[in-house]
């Protein structure tokens, strides 16, 4: 459909018909779809281990999407004034997704940890606290002052949907390999801090069919 197009304005095309068809997310969601499918692609990912989606579970799908916005989150900070106080507050959520002391002492590193352990401290990533002070277990409650993003819940879903069928999709039609990257392969900013998690656009190709025969 899009042959035409040159390779250069491919990520920004697909960037763009993602959110026409979600209308939610921004550049939140090619972002942390982007930085999924590096994951698993890269010669020099950081996830080496969970490079065949195939064999993950449904669990360990989703796990792995939360650990790569984990690592590089789409937002790495964020300033609200405080409405009770009339303070400027400065989120930094690349800081606090990386905190040890929550996280442990390999919190730096790419491991897929337990969804309950995602649900209870991934909020910073979608600035909960910014949504006031009022707390329900490990959530911040949203008021109609919150700041913090509405659409945490749809945004996850979204991402770990998206990452479901694309695995079906290789079971389906076969799989799939980095057909344009950087000279240097798709490379990590890794625990520096930095963003974009993925320093220049790659592009994915379908490698075979499921017969074998070349696409």
Known sequence: ???DVSADLLPALASALLDTLTFA????IPHGLTSALALFYSDHSPAAQFSDMSKLSDEEL???AHEALRLFPPVIEFPWIDASSGRRKLMIEMKGLRDSSVWGEDANEFRLRSLDAYQKYSGIGWVEPANGAKKKGNRWLVSKAS??????DLSMAMIVGFLQEWRAMQEESGQWFVSEQPSGGITFTGPDYNTPPV?????LTRARGKD????
Do not use: N
């Open 1 to 3: 459909l899009y042959c």
């Open 212 to 215: 074998g025969t070349d696409l």
């Open 147 to 152: 700041r913090g993003c509405p659409g945490q």
């Open 199 to 203: 320093g220049k656009p790659f592009i």
């Open 62 to 64: 989703e796990a792995f």
């Open 25 to 28: 997310g921004g550049l939140s």
